[in-house]
């Protein structure tokens, strides 16, 4: 038993500095003032339509970025489970999250610059340059680029577990490819897609370098208004009140999409 205390004690201490204490910290600069309860900063937030506009631009986007990805991450994990080496082609798919997001950011400007690779092709096409880094577009396609991966691999898993016997049972019974996707496959790999919008979403509500260097600050959301008000205008309590929204923010996504109880056993 004493044994086991000790294991626990780097992940207790862990929990305690790098997550319990962090949050202490942001709601007691987002409430406290020279060690005074105050709501100014609550109040603030949702007095001013600036802050208003940012939470629905990061709500906008995010749900955007979650819907892209989703339609391109399922039929992706579905293909992947019905392949011979899919475990290969899983670990090509995951690969791109081990490089770091920055050199992604500066790959993809040079992609999208007036002078990059993109326009480059375009200008062999006979099309004239086009302005596609700095735009919206550029914001959406590369947030769900980098996002794709978190979306596939909780659709594959959850795919991975679906018993085959339950889509032969399917068959059996008249059920053509549209109907066993209808009634059996999805439903099954609802847990997955509910886990895949919390990792997507959550994340894309709080972008702040993507909104930097390929918005080119045209994208606004609430993580470029708290990386504005603790780096530039060092206004942290309103920093700090940001973060709180979007923590709650956060907080109600997981319990949307939190698990609709356990799954039924596999057929035997």
């Not at 003032?33 to 339509?49: D, R």
């Not at 577990?161 to 209808?182: C, T, V």
């Not at 997955?192 to 979403?201: E, I, L, Y």
């Amino acid at each position: 038993m004493k044994n086991r205390s000790f294991y626990l004690m780097p992940y207790l201490f862990w929990i305690v500095f790098f997550v319990c204490l962090p949050l202490f910290l942001i709601i007691y600069q987002a409430f406290f003032i020279n060690n005074q309860f105050t709501m100014i900063n609550f109040v603030t937030f949702f007095k001013n339509g600036v802050y208003l506009r940012m939470t629905l631009n990061s709500i906008f986007y995010a749900l955007i970025i979650t819907l892209v990805t989703f339609v391109i991450s399922y039929p992706t994990a579905y293909i992947l489970t019905t392949l011979k080496h899919k475990q290969l082609w899983l670990m090509l798919v995951v690969l791109p999250t081990w490089i770091n997001l920055l050199l992604k950011a500066y790959a993809f400007i040079g992609l999208f610059a007036i002078h990059g690779s993109v326009n480059d092709f375009l200008g062999f096409l006979g099309i004239a340059p086009q302005q596609i880094l700095f735009t919206n577009f550029s914001f959406i396609f590369v947030a769900s680029y980098i996002e794709l991966p978190f979306m596939i691999l909780p659709i594959f898993n959850a795919l991975e577990e679906i018993s085959p016997l339950q889509l032969k049972a399917s068959s059996d019974l008249g059920a053509n490819f549209w109907q066993k996707f209808r009634y059996v496959i999805f439903p099954l790999s609802i847990n997955g897609v509910k886990s895949g919008f919390q990792a997507v979403f959550i994340p894309s509500l709080s972008l702040f370098m993507l909104t930097r260097l390929i918005g080119g600050n045209r994208v606004i959301t609430l993580g470029t208004a708290i990386e504005e008000h603790f780096l530039v205008t060092q206004n942290w309590g309103m920093g700090s009140m940001i973060g709180v929204i979007l923590i709650f923010a956060m907080l109600v996504t997981m319990f949307l999409t939190r698990e609709g109880g356990k799954r039924h056993e596999a057929i035997k």
